[in-house]
């Protein structure tokens, strides 16, 4: 589940005696039920800003069902599963960005491969991500029946088979549960085409899982991606806690880069959003006014206070952000500052949403980047999260919208919402990046772009 905006951190502290097992399932119908009540009034009432209609506080179903539970249930019932399984669906009834989840440690390093696969309407399976310093970034290849002469796994292989198990035309679910069930070495069989015959090489590949911090936004240069010495790329994944260190960590290999790219493709595709702190640190890499990078309004945020009492504030820029790494203090350079004649475009489709959006439209905003790809998703809504016992589970709550800057008579405007309709390209073509990074349409175009505007043609 993403994470989405976080606006305010709250702490509810568990109580010191847990009740025990089914004993306490009578109890826990009250719990409920009070829980149940409230989360109905904060939606009634909060979400529908400020106005006031009526819940039956008996909710006879959901009553009914517990003291069902209660009389027949076979076994004990474990009292922290039960209570955070009741409370995520009661709040995942409510939109699809409310929601209880369990949290996970920062920066945790997983047992993981480091690639990322797409489906096409047939269940053709493609490579759209080798994650740098990743284990299938250094998947070794083996002839077995292959090919030889590929080096490593690239952005647009068609997957055939894993670990010996077909995949092709398998709908996701049953090539998910393939996945799930490879163990600690995975073996690959890709296909590529060959321009220079009409037979698509088949190359097999063996992964080597082991732990890693998975980065959730590096960078690539044109050796890799096969673009234009000139033009470097930054992939940004989400806007999580990792993503201020991994992205400074791009921006800094992007300058030390020795062919000097003075042009940054900036790839949000797939990326469904996180905290609006983050999205104003990276913010602040491009955006400058007077001087200052620090404290430029992003977004017009109007939100509940809590008991449908509605207020605004707004998102702003920061500069400076604190490490959920290592604690240390990050700090942002402006590009267009380090890098003389930089220009940048940004690559979006259906799954860039909530901050990929407004960084979106704050780069648009303020520093006229244009945008490439396909529609966005359109979350202009945002979430409050309160911890419960010590942090180990996160309520996300909807509790306001945002509108993203615009100019209106030349001046910087926050009138429009995007929820429910998105960003609309400012160059539309496939986003789908199961391509060939140089084959990709997005890069493609970028180039495009990036040339006419050297020229000073029209885009």
Not at 266 to 284: H, Q
Not at 417 to 444: K, Q, V, W
């Amino acid at each position: 589940m993403d994470m989405f905006e976080e606006k305010d951190i709250y702490t509810e502290y568990p109580s010191e005696k847990k009740p025990s097992k089914k004993k306490t399932l009578t109890f826990a119908i009250v719990v409920v039920l009070i829980v149940a009540v409230v989360a109905g009034l904060a939606f009634f009432g909060g979400v529908a800003y400020g106005r006031s209609k009526t819940v039956d506080s008996e909710m006879p179903m959901v009553k009914t069902v517990l003291e069902a539970l209660n009389k027949y249930y076979i076994d004990d019932i474990d009292w922290e599963q039960f209570q955070y399984t009741v409370a995520a669906a009661i709040a995942g009834s409510v939109d699809p960005y409310t929601g209880l989840v369990a949290s996970s440690p920062t920066g945790m390093r997983t047992m993981s491969a480091g690639v990322t696969f797409t489906y096409n309407d047939y269940c053709n399976y493609f490579i759209t991500e080798v994650a740098p310093g990743s284990p299938a970034s250094k998947a070794k290849n083996v002839l077995s029946g292959g090919y030889e002469g590929s080096q490593s796994l690239m952005v647009g292989d068609e997957v055939i088979s894993i670990n010996g198990q077909k995949v092709q035309h398998l709908n996701y679910n049953a090539f998910s549960q393939i996945l799930s069930n490879v163990g600690d070495t995975i073996e690959l069989v890709v296909t590529r085409p060959n321009s220079a015959s009409e037979i698509q090489p088949t190359y097999t590949f063996v992964i080597q899982k082991e732990m890693y911090h998975s980065p959730v936004a590096y960078y690539l240069d044109s050796e890799v991606t096969g673009l234009p010495s000139d033009v470097g790329y930054i992939k940004l994944k989400e806007f999580g806690d990792t993503a201020p260190d991994d992205f400074a960590t791009a921006v800094s290999a992007f300058l030390a880069d020795e062919d000097k790219p003075d042009k940054l493709v900036l790839d949000l595709r797939g990326n469904g959003g996180g905290s609006t702190m983050i999205c104003g640190f990276i913010a602040s890499y491009f955006v400058s006014q007077d001087g200052t990078s620090d404290g430029i309004p992003m977004a017009k945020y109007v939100y509940n206070e809590g008991g449908g009492d509605m207020a605004e504030t707004y998102f702003y820029t920061q500069t400076s952000y604190s490490s959920d790494l290592d604690g240390t203090q990050l700090k942002s350079v402006n590009l267009y500052d380090e890098v003389e004649g930089f220009e940048c475009v940004v690559l979006v489709n259906g799954s860039s949403a909530s901050s990929s959006e407004l960084l979106t439209a704050t780069l648009a905003n303020y520093c006229g980047i244009k945008s490439i790809g396909e529609k966005t998703y359109g979350k202009g809504v945002a979430q409050i999260v309160i911890e419960y016992m010590g942090g180990k589970y996160e309520l996300y709550i909807t509790n306001g919208k945002y509108y993203i800057p615009t100019q209106k008579n030349g001046e910087t405007v926050f009138e429009v919402n995007i929820h429910g309709s998105g960003l609309t390209p400012d160059i539309e073509t496939d986003a789908s990046g199961r391509y060939y990074m140089a084959e990709d349409p997005c890069f493609l175009q970028a180039t495009q772009y990036f040339s006419s505007a050297q020229s000073g043609e029209a885009a």
